[in-house]
């Protein structure tokens, strides 16, 4: 059974930083997207930054220059790299691996997966 397992979330003033890892029970490297999510209360879950099977990391506008995506292959493990975190980047982060179907084309944010973490908290106060 494939497990993804986040860490790293917690609480935050803005312009703080924090680091979420996921470990990962299955392979991570070239042959899978994978990314990061939130979602917030009350909105829908949005992607973040992922890394495609080809091409380069994307994200999304509002965390570029801010977050910071990466994987260590021979860990099995994804990271993100927040800093100057605003107080809207509070949400529930997720990770996810293995890019399912064709769903949004280029763009690894927009995919579905099919590998999900449970989730981490990340809350930033003003």
């Known amino acids: 059974q494939v497990q993804l397992l986040e860490s790293g979330g917690g609480s935050v003033q803005a312009g703080g930083s924090l680091r979420l890892s996921c470990s990962a029970s299955?392979?991570?490297?070239?042959?899978?997207?994978v990314g990061w999510f939130r979602q917030a209360p009350g909105k829908e879950r949005e992607g973040v930054a992922c890394?495609?099977?080809?091409?380069?990391?994307q994200s999304i506008d509002s965390v570029k220059d801010r977050f910071t995506i990466s994987k260590d292959n021979a860990k099995n493990t994804l990271y993100l790299q927040m800093n100057n975190l605003k107080p809207e980047d509070t949400a529930v982060y997720y990770c996810a691996a293995r890019r399912r179907g064709s769903v949004g084309g280029d763009s690894c944010l927009l995919a579905e997966y099919y590998y999900w973490g449970q989730g981490t908290q990340v809350t930033v106060s003003s």
């Open positions: 299955l392979y991570i490297d070239g042959s899978a997207s």
């Open positions: 890394i495609p099977m080809h091409g380069s990391p």
